[in-house]
């Protein structure tokens, strides 16, 4: 996807997002994420925008120190203005990737063609994740993603966040998943081992065969959608997807 395809899914997803919240209490519990209330998502998300705006407008060459963590997160919204700082946040965080050049020069995590291409995709999936978590805190099902985007979701979860060696999703013995959109072209297969994930963009047999329309790919991979809901359909060794309900976890 394009650098203005994601912009453009960072600012939908956020002013979604930010509406979920404004009609649901905030100590709402999210179903989605059992540990957190609405106000522990809505906080979470806007200090990540607002720790990307430092980075990218800063041209920062390494992650914020604790200090600058700190600085980034404060002051702590009360209730009663926790939806009005989100937004303000959110066009921060957007004003400041549409301002940034081609060639911008900072800090990330993941391989990417570019750092603004990266903190771009990055931060619209980060938002589309959450923005499912506010409108499960909402009791409602919210926009489905578009299926470019859920697979270029999928793809960054897969392919990115879990092929790096801090990732557990880890087997004894070699195994295998193939995972296939039904509303597009993504294929991708993966083989669990001792070591880390590795991912082809293949369709091959496998142990597990996940078949489903990418936007249920998406919610399921990121652990926000049961096994068993949506239209997914599962074939071979339903263990596989409770070993990643337990370690396909992004920290």
């Given at each position: ?50 720790w990307v705006t430092a ?134 297969l993966l083989t669990i ?41 599962t074939t071979g060794d ?14």
């Amino acid at each position: 996807m394009e650098i203005t395809a994601h912009l453009d899914a960072l600012r939908r997803e956020g002013a979604l997002l930010a509406d979920a919240a404004a009609r649901t209490d905030p100590a709402a519990p999210v179903p989605t994420c059992p540990e957190w209330r609405l106000r522990d998502l809505v906080l979470h998300t806007g200090r990540v925008h607002r720790w990307v705006t430092a980075i990218v407008g800063d041209r920062l060459p390494a992650p914020l120190d604790a200090e600058g963590e700190r600085a980034v997160g404060e002051p702590q919204p009360g209730d009663a203005e926790l939806v009005d700082w989100f937004r303000a946040g959110h066009a921060a965080l957007l004003d400041t990737l549409t301002a940034a050049p081609a060639d911008l020069d900072c800090w990330t995590f993941l391989p990417a063609r570019s750092p603004l291409a990266f903190w771009t995709r990055r931060q619209a999936h980060e938002t589309a994740v959450h923005r499912v978590d506010a409108d499960s805190a909402a009791g409602t099902e919210g926009p489905r993603t578009d299926p470019e985007f859920a697979q270029d979701g999928v793809d960054e979860l897969l392919s990115g966040f879990l092929t790096r060696g801090r990732s557990g999703v880890r087997s004894e013995r070699p195994r295998t998943v193939q995972v296939r959109a039904s509303d597009g072209p993504g294929r991708w297969l993966l083989t669990i081992s001792r070591e880390p994930l590795a991912v082809e963009p293949a369709e091959k047999p496998a142990d597990l065969t996940i078949t489903g329309p990418a936007h249920d790919l998406y919610l399921l991979l990121w652990n926000r959608l049961p096994t068993g809901a949506g239209q997914v359909t599962t074939t071979g060794d339903d263990s596989l997807l409770e070993l990643w309900r337990e370690a396909a976890t992004i920290r």
